[in-house]
């Protein structure tokens, strides 16, 4: 069975700074995808990032940016130039390609602190 | 384009009481799913649906029941509430197929049992 690690339960970082978000994960397969989400107080899912595992580059949104490390099953998440719009809960998930389910698998979680 | 969306926000029960939480989405998808989110510990899916008329379990489903009549909506109900079962629900939605895998999630409903 698949399982995500988000080993940091909570983060903080000064406006203006940049932070990492660490996310492991196991898995045997070789087709899958990587999602960072974030929940801010409103509780609301937001899709912040996605990388398919058959992609070499690593994938870019804006300020946000991940490193993925296929071999070492790795997934981190960079914010730059952090905003204090970005404190929030921040989950790392996986979902299993093929195209049979859209299950995601969710570690638990990373409260992020943005201070002024 | 509503997007996914939840009712009741919030809700208390007490504990046997029965309710039917509400999902529906307007944006003609095939899957659909609920999670539920407790502290440290992330979301976990309760029930997932690839299509109308055909439903599976997830991680949780002990204590929960979902039925998918139409493509829009996927109720999930709680016949005997527990106060195991408060919780955050979230249902989301996403057209199957590698290619189109984002999940739209709904509001959430923040559910007490007392």
């Known amino acids: 069975a698949q399982t995500v690690t988000q080993s940091q339960p909570e983060m903080s970082v000064q406006e203006a700074e940049t932070v990492t978000l660490s996310c492991t994960y196991d898995?045997?397969?070789?087709?899958?995808?990587l999602f960072w989400y974030k929940q801010p107080p409103s509780r609301q899912m937001i899709l912040v990032i996605r990388?398919?595992?058959?992609?070499?580059q690593n994938a870019t949104e804006n300020r946000f940016s991940v490193n993925f490390q296929k071999a070492a099953k790795s997934f981190s998440l960079k914010i730059s130039d952090s905003q204090l719009g970005d404190a929030a809960m921040y989950f790392c998930?996986?979902?299993?390609?093929?195209?049979?389910?859209?299950?995601?698998?969710f570690g638990t979680g990373t409260l992020l602190a943005v201070q002024p | 384009n509503a997007g996914v969306t939840q009712t009741p926000k919030f809700q208390v029960l007490k504990t046997g009481q029965s309710m039917t939480l509400q999902c529906a989405q307007d944006?003609?998808?095939?899957?659909m799913s609920w999670y539920r989110q407790d502290p440290g510990m992330g979301l976990r899916l309760i029930h997932y649906?690839?299509?109308?008329?055909?439903?599976d379990q997830g991680e949780v489903p002990n204590g929960y029941n979902v039925s998918r009549s139409t493509t829009e909506d996927f109720p999930l109900r709680l016949l005997s509430a527990a106060p195991s079962q408060t919780s955050v629900y979230f249902c989301?939605?996403?057209?199957?197929?590698?290619?189109?895998?984002?999940?739209?999630f709904g509001p959430g409903t923040r559910l007490t049992v007392l």
């Open positions: 998930a996986y979902r299993s390609g093929g195209g049979a389910t859209n299950k995601l698998i």
């Open positions: 898995t045997s397969e070789s087709d899958y995808y």
């Open positions: 990388q398919e595992a058959y992609k070499q």
């Open positions: 944006m003609n998808h095939e899957y």
């Open positions: 649906s690839v299509g109308a008329g055909i439903t």
């Open positions: 989301a939605s996403a057209l199957m197929g590698a290619s189109t895998d984002t999940q739209y």
